[in-house]
């Protein structure tokens, strides 16, 4: 089980997801957005929108996921 917090995957809060593989993180912070955007949340409201902007570029948005993949198998 590995622990990465919704700022290091790209949000805003200290907020921590534990999952065994990065496909499940993702979603777990995905999950996480999608109440975020449901309380209106601004801050994670901004973040996300950051991220649709990364999602315009399919090259953008491979790289940043194949980062955050990069990460999540560094860790132990
Ligand atoms: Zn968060």
């Known amino acids: ?3 990465m ?3 290091q ?3 805003v809060c200290e907020k921590e997801f534990h999952a065994n ?3 499940e993180m993702a979603e777990l912070s995905k999950k996480h957005a999608m109440e ?3 309380i209106g949340d ?3 409201l901004k973040a996300m929108n950051e991220m649709q ?3 315009k570029s399919p090259e953008s948005i491979k ?9 999540f198998d560094a860790m132990t």
Request: hydrophobic fraction near 40%.
């Open 1 to 3: 089980m590995k622990t």
């Open 5 to 7: 917090t919704c700022k």
């Open 9 to 11: 995957l790209g949000g």
């Open 21 to 23: 593989t990065f496909e």
């Open 36 to 38: 975020m955007f449901q």
């Open 42 to 44: 601004e801050a994670h």
């Open 53 to 55: 902007e990364l999602m």
């Open 63 to 71: 790289a940043w996921f194949a980062n955050k993949r990069k990460e």
